[in-house]
């Protein structure tokens, strides 16, 4: 929404806040694009909006998966005697679920900005910033397959014994998975739509984070309410004085942040 390509997405670079969700730090390599918003499909209710029997607000269409069918269900105002008549049977969930067309479909972010500049972290460049071919907004996506690999599988999927072969690895290794841990498929799947190395055929490379929010993956998240939802773990503080603890170990130092 703000149109900044980041380029230096890695564990290093996310921070958790008090309140578990977490946010980026380090913007020195980000590029600041002019973003013109684009509606790619719009919502059209197939429920007659002069029909007043039927409320349809915006806290609850949210997702499908998210939607309260009390939400959908008639309203049945109060008559007389005379006008009443055998309630209807209710309509099975899936009936009600259909009368909602998705949201309103948004595109807003940078896909079409091109940059030539040499950026970020070996084992997380993207192979057209490698190869010097100018490159967008989709190797964001590319680093965010990394970044979902290393937190699977405690590392990157390229690394070499040193920059150099790393890049060689980046631009002319497949992609491959560890046979443990175990990973569903559906993870495996975003990944490797992710890291594919021609940024045309990466996903998210035409509709940005719309795609990715798609994904199966991610098919328990409610997107709209995110910021309101409580993180699986809220971290506490180690100590009450705060700051950094230091602790003496051998001929190293263990610090530990938070």
Not at 16 to 25: A, F, T
Not at 141 to 158: A, S
Not at 214 to 243: K, Y
Request: hydrophobic content about 35%; charged content about 20%; aromatic content about 10%.
């Amino acid at each position: 929404m703000l149109g900044i390509i980041y380029r230096d997405l890695k564990p290093e670079n996310v921070l958790v806040r008090e309140d578990g969700h977490i946010m980026l730090s380090d913007f020195d390599l980000s590029l600041r694009c002019a973003v013109n918003p684009k509606l790619v499909r719009s919502a059209n209710p197939t429920v007659d909006p002069k029909n007043s029997n039927y409320c349809i607000q915006p806290s609850c269409v949210v997702q499908p998966a998210c939607i309260q069918p009390s939400c959908f269900v008639p309203r049945f105002m109060s008559k007389s005697k005379k006008d009443k008549k055998p309630k209807p049977k209710s309509k099975p969930k899936t009936e009600i679920y259909n009368q909602v067309s998705p949201l309103p479909e948004l595109i807003a972010e940078p896909t079409s900005a091109r940059s030539m500049s040499f950026v970020g972290t070996h084992e997380y460049l993207a192979p057209e910033i490698i190869k010097g071919e100018g490159h967008g907004s989709a190797v964001d996506w590319w680093t965010f397959g990394i970044f979902l690999y290393e937190l699977l599988y405690g590392k990157t999927p390229f690394k070499g014994n040193g920059n150099r072969a790393t890049l060689f690895n980046v631009v002319g290794q497949p992609l491959r998975f560890p046979d443990t841990p175990g990973v569903s498929f559906a993870a495996r799947d975003l990944i490797r739509g992710l890291l594919v190395k021609e940024p045309q055929h990466r996903l998210a490379y035409r509709r940005g984070a719309t795609e990715i929010k798609q994904h199966p993956f991610f098919q328990s998240v409610n997107w709209a309410l995110i910021r309101c939802a409580t993180p699986p773990d809220v971290p506490g503080p180690s100590m009450e004085n705060g700051g950094v603890d230091v602790k003496p170990s051998g001929n190293y130092l263990e610090i530990d942040f938070f």
